[in-house]
């Protein structure tokens, strides 16, 4: 299928008929399989004939599901998990060992933090944090015993935007494997493998499902390295992906790019409107003409997607009075469905990271956080009016 383009894959790769004829794909709720024979069934443990053996290792719905989302990351090999964050351990225990060296963006989800600082850490691995958007600092940040790269971009909540291809040549100088957290752009705006990154993650829970309702992840990536290596810790440890969710981010991939392209359209016209309002002080989106890295964005990314971030005047009191005098909007920490939510994420997402942390992530008290859903643009324009209104209140 690989000739065709993206939305053509999103809707039809990765699916086998059964002998049922059945149009859309089946969700196969079985734990094991049975075998013709006993020496079938020692042919398919002994892996000389390939075949299901118990849905921890494979199950034909999750296979549907890796193998679409292979075709539109261009990989040639992808694991599904059961949720982003396992999908993200799996990658570092399966490529580290003890006394190995990761270098992270220090702009990450707060969770992957967490899993380095609190468990890798425990077993020996060592870590140096640097800037996502300092090629000079993943450079420097080298050692002899450095394994991993590890990045996302666009950032959360800032929207900065990290080198992918100049980052994969620095690493690839030195051996070192760079991995890329595709999950906010997805394949539809931004395709890493393209640039350079030699393992791509995702939090299906996001954009892939698209409508929040499963949590879910996945690791793509070559054959050695995804489809020996990582999905060896998978079948031996247990985090995989249930069929009903991986049937669940299937129908999700075949909206997928239309809705990326709805999700950056309207983003782009609230951010340029947010820009001009009084009230707020500073817009953060990549799409803007004001972003620092607004021409590598337009180089890497098809699109901007659907993140805006900025700052309210008043601090924290203005931000809360914002959030709290929205009607449409979610006041959630999920992104990427088509309800819009609001996040204060200095309070929310942000709040385990201490205060001086904050400051340095350029996180203030008065910075609020955006998902832009799918409902029309003019009803999220009116419902952000009225959290202006209540920002320009904490004045009067
Ligand atoms: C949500 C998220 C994760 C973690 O995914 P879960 O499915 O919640 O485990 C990882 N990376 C990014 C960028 C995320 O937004």
């Given amino acids: 299928m690989s000739e065709h383009h ?113 468990y890798l850490v425990k077993f020996g691995v060592e870590v140096t944090y640097v800037r996502p958007d300092d090629n000079d600092a993943w450079r420097r940040a080298i050692k002899s015993n450095t394994k991993l790269f590890f990045v996302e971009t666009p950032s959360n909540p800032l929207s900065v935007i990290a080198d992918i291809r100049g980052i994969a040549d620095i690493a690839h100088e030195r051996g070192v494997l760079f991995v890329v957290d595709n999950c906010f752009c997805t394949p539809a705006l931004q395709k890493p493998f393209e640039l350079g990154a030699d393992l791509v993650i995702h939090s299906a829970t996001k954009y892939l499902d698209g409508q929040g309702r499963c949590v879910g992840g996945a690791v793509l990536g070559s054959e050695q390295l995804v489809g020996k290596d990582i999905f060896g810790f998978l079948r031996t440890t247990g985090p995989s992906m249930s069929p009903f969710n991986a049937w669940v981010f299937l129908k999700g991939l075949e909206t997928l790019e239309l809705r990326m392209r709805a999700h950056s359209a309207a983003a782009l016209q609230l951010a ?106 003019r009803d999220i324009q009116t419902d952000l009016e009225r959290g202006l209104a209540a920002v320009r209140a904490v004045a009067a």
């Avoid at 859309?24 to 094991?32: A, D, K, L, N, R």
């Avoid at 694991?79 to 799996?90: K, Q």
């Avoid at 601090?315 to 009075?321: I, S, V």
């Avoid at 999920?334 to 350029?362: M, Q, V, Y």
Wanted: charged letters at 20%; glycine letters at 10%.
């Fill in 6 to 118: 993206l939305a053509t894959l999103a809707v039809r790769a990765g699916q086998t008929r059964t002998h049922e004829g059945e149009h859309s794909e089946p969700i196969f709720t079985t734990s094991s399989y049975v075998f013709a024979s006993a020496a079938d069934a020692a042919a398919r443990f002994d892996e000389s004939v390939k075949g299901n053996i118990y849905s921890r290792f494979t199950n034909p719905t999750v296979r549907c599901f890796e193998e679409r989302l292979a075709a539109m990351e261009g990989a040639a090999s992808c694991v599904a998990t059961g949720s982003g964050m396992a999908a993200i351990l799996a990658t570092c225990m399966t490529l580290m060992k003890a006394g190995d060296h990761i270098v992270c963006s220090d702009s990450v989800f707060g969770s992957t933090i967490a899993l380095i600082n609190r």
């Fill in 272 to 377: 340029r409107w947010l820009e001009g309002q009084p009230g707020v002080s500073k817009v953060y989106y990549s799409g803007l003409e004001s972003h620092p890295q607004h021409a590598l964005a337009k180089r890497q990314q098809s699109g901007f997607g659907g993140i805006i971030a900025f700052d309210v005047e008043h601090g924290r009191k203005g931000a809360w009075a914002f959030v709290d005098a929205t009607q449409l909007l979610s006041i959630t920490a999920n992104l990427g469905d088509a309800k819009s939510t609001i996040t204060h994420p200095s309070t929310t997402t942000h709040s385990r990271i201490s205060p001086a942390e904050r400051e340095r992530a350029g996180i203030g008290e008065g910075l609020l956080r955006i998902s832009v859903g799918l409902e029309d643009v």
